[in-house]
């Protein structure tokens, strides 16, 4: 006679702690790739709307073309999760085109967006051949001439508590050298003195 066997529960195996441990690395690992893969998709995302704005993003080299007369400019793009009130390295180098005559420049460095409705200026670090003035610009000591290039920026600081940054705005920085020959009245113009004598 055939004997009937009882079906006998199984015990169920319980993690051990080793074993817990193994799946909780790996459930943080995973998150960790997701977000990095998340951060990269969104870099890239900001990287592709900055070049169809046409513009440089902060940081990159400003390279400048000058003539005797004129504003000339440079908008540097951001995404506003940067730290406010922080130099940020910015070069930024200038050249007075062939056959203009003598002129003078001042630098001006503001910030704006679609919101906020007056640019603000921002504070540089300009080499030694500039000096700042109480109207926020700053005004280079002596007379450029034709086909003169040199580097004049250094730096540019973050906006402060003035200014409201928003991670997920895109703003602007403008960097503008602006200039007037050295025959006409620049210092009634811009009403200060500025150059100085080379001895």
Same mark, same amino acid.
């Given at each position: ?10 015990? +169920?195996?319980? #993690?051990?702690? %080793?074993? &817990? ?8 690992? /995973?998150? *960790? ?29 400003? +390279?400048?073309? #000058?003539?005797? %007369?004129? &504003? ?8 506003? /999760?940067? *730290? ?47 000096? /700042? ?49 050295? /025959? ?16």
């Amino acid at each position: 006679m055939a004997k009937i066997q009882a079906f006998v529960k199984k015990k +169920k195996n319980k #993690l051990g702690k %080793k074993e &817990s441990w193994y799946i909780f690395f790996i459930v943080l690992l /995973s998150l *960790l790739l997701i977000t990095s893969l998340s951060l990269l998709w969104s870099n890239s995302l900001y990287k592709s709307t900055v070049a169809m704005l046409g513009q440089k993003t902060l940081g990159d080299t400003i +390279k400048l073309e #000058l003539e005797d %007369k004129g &504003s000339f400019s440079q908008a540097l793009t951001f995404q506003g /999760s940067i *730290l406010q009130n922080f130099p940020i390295h910015q070069e930024g180098y200038l050249k007075v085109k062939e056959d203009q005559p003598d002129c003078v420049a001042r630098v001006k460095i503001f910030i704006y967006n679609s919101i906020q409705e007056e640019p603000v200026l921002l504070t540089g670090t300009l080499t030694t051949d500039w000096t /700042s003035a109480d109207d926020g610009y700053y005004y280079y000591k002596y007379v450029l001439t034709e086909n003169l290039a040199f580097k004049f920026l250094h730096s540019i600081t973050s906006p402060g508590d003035e200014f409201d940054l928003h991670s997920t705005e895109i703003y602007n920085i403008v960097v503008t050298i602006e200039t007037l020959p050295y /025959s006409s009245d620049f210092e009634l113009i811009w009403g200060t003195t500025f150059l100085e004598e080379i001895t």
